[in-house]
């Protein structure tokens, strides 16, 4: 009866353990599958504190444990009086060193590694024709979505963070509202967005994502900073590419600034009368002009505002009542003016803003 118990408990515990687990090693947003130098470095520091945590709490436990056992009252008698120690110098010398030099084998990579990541001596390093040595990414965080400009490029882009991979890319963070925080679990970070300063650091990334598999060839980012009811939902996502590709992707996104091809003209008309004021459609220009998202390549999205499945349906969902998928949002629902006819031009216009082939 007893054994019979003892396996049915195990395998709860196996199986509770399995739900658990699942949920880790996802190649496009675990930190545990680092996909860049930094995010290495990072894991590399976690699994060497947790190392020596787990050393710690197996020796003490140990002992916790013999001591427990072989002084029991029940053996050794009421009157047993164990051998003093106090002021024992082998014992405080060894109470006082240990910690000392595991608390060092802690802080010195610590201490190395945060000023290593937090370097940004070489962002504004140009080379000889006076052209920046490094890309440079501008990102403002927003109740509750990502601004991406690129400074030195004259684009800018949202929800959508695009890079060419095997080099440093700088970042310059800043909230535009209240403190939001950028992480991309499986490359590196987080760190926080303020509103009234810049938080510099930055990222390297050496796998394609369009080889991940599950991922919909895109890492996950994250805000990890509450912020407001759909904080949650503040999702972000970002395509790494070789640099080639990465060049070819600027160059059309800087020819959206001219006319484009429209896939709805309909669309455009219903776009120009209701979105127009808060959504540009043009990637090249300044940031903080509109209020929304630049919507410039919209077609080549993963996502419909960050998290909602990029299809038709979905984005006319989404357009019809915003505030009932992301609570709070500053998009108003546009459900009651918009016919079911002009939703639909209008999403098939939008879902036409595209520079890939
Ligand atoms: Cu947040």
């Known amino acids: 009866m007893m054994k019979g118990l003892k396996k049915w408990r195990l395998f709860s515990l196996l199986a509770v353990l399995t739900v658990f687990l699942a949920g880790c090693g996802q190649e496009e947003l675990s930190t545990l599958l680092p996909a860049g130098q930094v995010g290495r470095d990072q894991f590399n520091l976690l699994i060497l504190s947790s190392v020596i945590m787990l050393v710690v709490i197996i020796v003490v436990v140990t002992i916790y444990v013999i001591a427990l056992v072989r002084f029991r009252r029940s053996k050794l008698g009421e009157d047993f009086i164990p051998e003093q120690v106090e002021g024992s110098h082998k014992l405080e010398l060894v109470w006082t060193v240990l910690p000392i030099l595991l608390i060092l084998l802690l802080a010195v990579p610590t201490v190395y590694y945060t000023y290593k990541l ?13 052209n920046p040595e490094n890309l440079i990414v501008d990102v403002t965080a927003k109740l509750y979505w990502w601004e991406f400009e690129y400074p030195d490029l004259g684009i800018v882009t949202a929800q959508e963070l695009v890079v060419p991979m095997d080099e440093k890319v700088y970042f310059n963070l800043i909230a535009a509202d209240v403190k939001h925080s950028f992480w991309i679990p499986a490359v590196g970070g987080k760190l926080d967005t303020n509103v009234d300063n810049v938080n510099k650091f930055y990222l390297v990334f050496d796998k394609d994502s369009n080889d991940i598999k599950n991922g919909d060839g895109v890492f996950y980012g994250k805000c990890a900073e509450l912020c407001g009811p759909s904080h949650a939902l503040m999702d972000f996502k970002v395509k790494t590419m070789p640099r080639p590709e990465f060049d070819q992707w600027v160059t059309s996104m800087q020819a959206t600034g001219e006319k484009q091809i429209v896939a709805n003209e309909q669309g455009e008309e219903v776009f120009n009368q209701s979105c127009i004021a808060c959504h540009a459609v043009s990637a090249v220009g300044g940031s903080n002009e509109k209020q929304g998202p630049n919507l410039a390549t ?54 036409g803003l595209s520079v890939e082939q």
């Open 118 to 130: 937090g370097d940004v001596a070489a962002m504004g390093e140009v080379d000889e024709d006076g």
């Open 298 to 351: 919209f077609g080549d999205r993963n996502r419909v505002a960050g998290f909602m499945d990029h299809d038709k349906e979905s984005l006319i969902d989404w357009i019809k009542d915003t505030q009932k998928h992301k609570p709070g949002n500053k998009m108003p629902s546009f459900g009651e003016q918009l016919s079911d006819q002009e939703l639909d031009v209008l999403a098939e216009y939008l879902m």
